[in-house]
Structure formats: structure tokens, C-alpha cells
């Protein structure tokens, strides 16, 4: 991995980016230059969510979807994880994208696989959620990439699929099952593909030339009889080379811009470096780290999406993998920075980072800070009759418990000024840290493995908090290796979320 060169931050800088921690391990410091590298472009964005797209795909460090599609902030709207696993509160994520968007709606919704064996590892050990159906007609209708009987929504197979078959068949069936699980168990999802506002894109990643090619496209039967007179033609807007199709459906004219974005992306693509960053953050559209982070080796983070910083079982298992992946990194990287240096003291480690970062006017966190303002059991922003919204809203909930006690205990309310939005976000940062270990304590295996894996002092936990009207990432003081169950509900999560920050308390 390249580290930035000749990059020198002032006492000051490294404050704003380290508010807790005067000596950050030169792993995170390289991290917080290429940030403010980034930041200085002035690419932030902070206004309302406008993506082109929503991104249904795998989390795995080689496939980055913003830089693989060529994309920037307020462009995707993101819900990966390890082997693209759908649960309900997956689902919850990309409804939330499609129905909570200031009035925006979202005309494409793309599924990208690529050949993940971790990804395969987590489908024969954790299946589906039990409210996350496979029928035997939808098991039997993507083995033929068919979609089945869905009146009114049509699909058409790109001619990718004939030559991906012969290699990828299992990738294609995957790809296949992840749109039609999505429009067998949200009515409100199917409604928006054969009202004819969404198209449903299917491509799959090849990491070793970097292209994504199409091979599906579910939509409107009104809109697939469209696609053989339409010019330009459909082959070539998902070659990246159609010259003008403004003119057509917006999920066309979305991706349009994102097969022409992975064509240029394919002309300075390079093989990946081996990860030592994982970041567990929010699908919104305007904090994307593989963005944030600017010209980051290829690599060297992988990022999981859920709104909210939601972390189900599906994510514990992706997480683990990965986790175990990192851990590997680190270890090899203290091995021959040693060889290097026979200097080095024997305790010398390289680390790698699990960071849960959240971020500033996050949808989410508005969401449960409205209903508890309310007195509202189910914290959605507006009417849906998708069920998953409120379940994944509900689900990070408890997270600002002790940031509704820190406002009461101070005689402020959530909107009494603008800073404790970036509160809110620190406490949920916090607390999302303290939820491996509540999971652990639970019983749940992949929490108890990754507890066990930052016990052996390789991998590092650290909250983090993206501040989009800046662009700014703050990371906050490293968690603890290991807590004990007490000491879980004992942690002082107000001094480590407001340390390090003013704010005119009282007001």
C-alpha cells in the first residue's frame, strides 16, 4: 500500500480529524490525509439525496461500486454487504432509498454479483431470513432466469448472458434471485418496477479486467416491449457507448451513465492491494467512503451499507469474513515491516481497522429522533406500505437511548442546534461499536468471532463520524479490545461521544 508522500498535517489539522487521539497509528493518519485531500477539492455535498441509482451488490474491497461505475456523492445510493445477502433489513435500506427521498424517486435499482467465494460461504451457512421467502417457483424460475408469474412486469436476458453462462452460471442465478426475492416479498417494491418508475438492472463484476457486464433487465411490460424499437439501442447503452439517451426512461438514461462510467473506469483500473480498512457505514448517497477517502489504493477498504449503520446477522457474518481477512493483512504486514527493521521493538504490530461510521443529517437517525419527539412506535419519515422501512428504523432505535437522557440531563431538545445533529451521529457511532459486543454476549457466533478477533490486538475498533457539509471524517478514540457484559451497559458512551467537542450547552 502507498502511503501518501510529503503529506504533513498541522497540530490543528490533526485535531479536527483526531478530536480524541493527539497520536493516531499511521494507518488511520494516512486514512485522514486522503480525506482531507479529498475534502479539499470542495466535492461535499450536503444538500437532499438525488442518486441515479441504487446499488444491490457485494461489499468485497475489490469492487468498490462508486469507483467501479465512475461515480461521486449523491449518486448511488448503496446496500451491500458479503455475497450481496438480502434480509429484512436489507430490504428496509433500499426502500428506504426508494420511498424516503425528499420527494426524489430513484429510477434504477441494480444488482451486481461477481464470483465471491465469501459471498458462497455465507449462503450455505446463514440462509435467508424466514421473512425473506424462497419459493420453490422463484428457485425454479431464476434457474432458467426466467422471472416467473409477475403480471405486468416484464424482463429480457442482454446478450452478456449467453457467454457469462458458460462460466458464471451460479453468479447469473444468484444475480436472478436477489430481483425476484425483492418482488416476491415487498408489494411495495413491485408496485414501483410495473408502475413502471423503477427498472431493475442485473450486471455482474469481473475483478480481473474491472468491467461489469449486463446480462438482465426487469421492468414494466410496457417498457421492456419498448426496448427493441428504441434507439439507441439497449446493447449499447449498457456498453457504455450510447450517444444520446436523455430522451428515454430515467432507469435508462441512469444506466446509460453508469455503463459509460465503468467503461472509463476500466481504462485506469488496476489490481487490487490487500484490505486493512473495514467500514461498516450508512446507504446514503452523500457519504460514500470509497469516495470520501479520494484515490485510496484499490483495495485497501472494503465498505458495508445499511441505513443507519443497521447491523443484522447476514452483516455479522460478512463482517467476520472480512474481519478474518484483515487480521491476516496485519499480521503479514508486522511480519515484514520486522524483517525490515530488526530495530523494531518484538511488540511492534501493524493494525488494521473495523470503523462503524456514521454521519451528520442522517435520514435514519432524523427518522427515530421524529418518532421519539412523537411518541411513535414505528419510526418512518412517511407513509409506506413497504414493512420493512419501520423494521429497520426500529432496529437502531435503542442506539440514541442515552443521547435523549444526555439532552434532557442539559434542557435541550434534538434541534436546538445544528451541532447535535453531529451528536446524534457520535452516539450512534458509539453505540453501534457496543452492539458487537451486546450481539456477543447474546450468543451469536460471527459476534463472538469478531470480539475474539480484536482480542488478539490486530485489528482495531473505532467510531467514526462524516460530517457532509464539510467532508470532513472525525475519528474518534479507538474502542476498548474487550468488555466485559457489565461493563457492556456500564460504558460511559456520553463522555466518549461529546469528548473533544464545544458545544454551548443550555441554549
Known sequence: MRMLQNQTMTEAERTLFFPQDAAPDPLLLHLAELNRAWQMKGESNSESQTPVAAILGCSHSSMPMPRILDCGLNEIFMQVERGARLSAEKIGTLMYGLTHLAGHQIPLVQVIVHQCQAGQSCRKVLPDKPTITRSPALLEAASRLSIGNHPGISYINLPAWQQLSLYNSHDLIHGRTRSLLLLENDKAFAGLVREGKIIVGEAFFDEKTGKVSWFGLLAAQSIIDLLGQMSPRIEDIVEGVADDAAHLHEGLVSLARIAAGNR???????????????????????????????????????????????????????????????????????????LTNPELPATHREFSYLIVKSHSRCGALNAVIASAASGAKTAEAKATSSPHVGHLVNSIRHRLAPYFSWLHENGLTAHDHDALGIFAARFNAVEGCLDFFRRAREGNIDAVQIIEILG?????????????????????????????????EDYPVVDHATRGFALPVGQ
Request: net charge neutral; aromatic share 6%; charged share 25%.
Open 264 to 338: 472509463r473506469y476500466r481504462q485506469r483500473h488496476r489490481p487490487p492491494v490487500p484490505c486493512r480498512v473495514v467500514i461498516l457505514g450508512c446507504a446514503d448517497s452523500r457519504s460514500h467512503p470509497t469516495v470520501t477517502f479520494g484515490e485510496y489504493d484499490l483495495g485497501v477498504i472494503e465498505s458495508f451499507h445499511s441505513a443507519g449503520n443497521e447491523i443484522g446477522d447476514h452483516t455479522l457474518r460478512g463482517l467476520r469474513i472480512a474481519l478474518e481477512e484483515i487480521e491476516e493483512h496485519a499480521r503479514q504486514a508486522t511480519s515484514a515491516a520486522l
Open 456 to 488: 488478539r490486538g490486530f485489528v482495531k475498533l473505532v467510531p467514526a463520524v462524516y460530517l457532509l457539509k464539510s467532508g470532513r471524517i472525525e475519528f474518534l478514540a479507538p474502542m476498548p479490545d474487550s468488555l466485559l457484559s457489565d461493563e457492556v
